[in-house]
């Protein structure tokens, strides 16, 4: 897919798509930083390695709060 549509289309890109569909399926429109209590793709590429739902959920609140840094608590 990189040479028909460009750079971030690689399979590792793809694969954290999928991952990320998966892990915040009711996310419309995630990755624009305009909206209010969205987080950036950094902070949900961070979120995608908690394996734990109740600490992912945990974290992205946190996160989402203190939107000013992408380091998580």
């Given at each position: 897919?990189?040479?028909?549509y460009?750079?971030?289309?690689?399979?590792?890109?793809?694969?954290?798509?999928?991952?990320?569909?998966?892990?915040?399926?009711?996310?419309?429109?995630?990755?624009?930083?305009?909206?209010?209590?969205?987080?950036?793709?950094?902070?949900?590429?961070i979120?995608?390695?908690?394996?734990?739902?109740?600490?992912?959920?945990?974290?992205?609140?946190?996160?989402?709060?203190?939107?000013?840094?992408?380091?998580?608590?």
């Open positions: 897919m990189t040479s028909a460009g750079k971030g289309f690689d399979y590792s890109s793809l694969y954290k798509f999928v991952r990320f569909y998966k892990a915040f399926p009711n996310i419309l429109d995630s990755v624009s930083p305009k909206l209010n209590g969205l987080l950036s793709w950094t902070h949900y590429r979120l995608l390695q908690v394996s734990d739902d109740n600490a992912r959920t945990w974290y992205a609140k946190e996160a989402s709060e203190n939107t000013s840094s992408r380091d998580m608590p």
